[in-house]
């Protein structure tokens, strides 16, 4: 019999009937289930396994003309940021699959900016948002800090999660690292190589996770009993550019730095391409770090010591803390809500970083 009805499946898409029947359960209750309303607990798991079984995936155009979720979630990301956007999106890709999610992406601003503010159509986004009549909203960094953004995002009354470490605007979904503790490791590692002279390249200044980084570079170098010069700290725009441009500044200084944190992987990048373009060696006269993970730290040489945060699996909690907030909704309590996920990260030492030179 059970081999009867998998030669169904493979020649027809299945239905809810396919996995009650498979599942031992009526109709109604994978219905009620599917939708995020409440049924018994020992029916889940056995629906769960149906669904996979029969490979059944749910109909979201029927669900949208019913009236309740859309199973639409938007992401939108900032097309001059787009390092690390490959892991996020295939993690909340694959989460949404699970749910029977579609996953929208809109990347706004100006890819061919060089600009640190880019213009972003806020119309467009608040429009799409109305069109689309999608259930929630996944806002990547450094996107995910614009006020004027979250403001629309507040005022639609749409469920968001951000990518990031601290909730903003009374927006308290969110999915990141903890970025002070972060910096604070890997300023500790650069301190125990020996170095003493130490600089810091900052993100743009209204994004929370620049202050965060910033932050726990200067508690570990007051903790260590270092002095901070306010000529080592300069700031960038997350690009490689503005790295090139800050780490220029630093390496012309008399006293320079024997160790340049820089507040992202694509800064470092450009911390890189200064010390190349000055014949300073990397690690023997200069220290680089960065942060973050992103494919530019290990397709640069040398490879960069950096802080690894969880992109793929933050995908996935987004879509799965943004799910869970509206099955909440749904039924109308906030018994045990959960409203962040912060996951763990990784301090990745390779060959960008080494003891403090002892001649220069």
């Given at each position: 019999m059970s081999g009867s009805r998998r030669r169904t499946y493979s020649s027809r898409a299945a239905t809810i009937k396919d996995v009650a029947l498979e599942?031992?359960?009526?109709?109604?209750?994978?219905?009620?289930?599917?939708?995020?309303?409440?049924?018994?607990?020992?029916?889940?798991?056995?629906?769960?396994?149906?669904i996979k079984k029969v490979d059944y995936q749910p109909n979201i155009g029927a669900r949208r003309l019913?009236?309740?979720?859309?199973?639409?979630?938007?992401?939108?990301?900032?097309?001059?940021?787009?390092?690390?956007f490959s892991e996020l999106l295939i993690g909340s890709m694959s989460a949404c699959k699970k749910i029977g999610y579609n996953l929208l992406v809109e990347g706004v601003g100006d890819e061919e900016s060089d600009k640190k503010d880019s213009p972003i159509d806020y119309?467009?986004?608040?429009?799409?948002?109305?069109?689309?009549?999608?259930?929630?909203?996944?806002?990547?960094?450094?996107i995910c800090f614009d006020p004027v953004l979250l403001d629309i995002v507040r005022d639609k009354a749409v469920p968001c999660v951000r990518?990031?470490?601290?909730?903003?605007?009374?927006?308290?979904?969110?999915?990141?690292?903890?970025?002070?503790?972060?910096a604070y490791d890997m300023t500790n590692h650069l301190i125990s190589l020996g170095h003493t002279n130490l600089a810091f390249i900052k993100g743009p200044v209204n994004y929370a996770s620049s202050a965060l980084r910033y932050e726990g570079f200067v508690s570990a170098l007051r903790d260590s009993g270092l002095k901070l010069y306010d000529s080592n700290i300069k700031i960038g725009n997350y690009t490689?550019?503005?790295?090139?441009?800050?780490?220029?500044?630093?390496?012309?200084?008399?006293?320079?730095?024997t160790a340049i944190f820089a507040g992202d992987d694509q800064m470092a990048a450009g911390a890189l391409c200064a010390a190349q373009k000055?014949?300073?060696?990397?690690?023997?006269?200069?220290?680089v770090a960065g942060f973050d993970?992103?494919?530019?730290?290990?397709?640069?040489?040398p490879k960069l010591t950096?802080?690894?945060?969880?992109?793929?699996?933050?995908?996935?909690?987004?879509?799965?803390?943004?799910?869970s907030h509206l099955r909440q909704l749904e039924l109308g309590t906030s018994d045990n809500v959960r409203t962040s996920m912060i996951l763990d990260y990784e301090l990745k030492i390779r060959q960008s970083t080494g003891s403090v030179p002892t001649t220069r």
């Open positions: 599942a031992g359960v009526s109709p109604m209750t994978v219905s009620r289930m599917i939708n995020g309303k409440s049924i018994k607990l020992s029916s889940i798991d056995k629906i769960k396994k149906a019913s009236g309740g979720r859309t199973y639409q979630f938007l992401m939108i990301f900032s097309n001059q940021y787009i390092a690390y119309d467009g986004i608040a429009s799409l948002v109305d069109r689309a009549r999608v259930d929630g909203v996944i806002l990547l960094p450094p990518i990031a470490g601290s909730p903003a605007r009374d927006i308290n979904l969110r999915v990141g690292c903890d970025s002070f503790a972060a490689v550019d503005s790295g090139l441009e800050c780490t220029l500044e630093l390496l012309g200084q008399e006293n320079r730095p000055l014949s300073i060696s990397v690690p023997e006269q200069l220290s993970g992103a494919p530019i730290s290990h397709s640069v040489w950096t802080i690894w945060q969880p992109m793929k699996t933050m995908g996935e909690k987004s879509v799965e803390l943004l799910d």
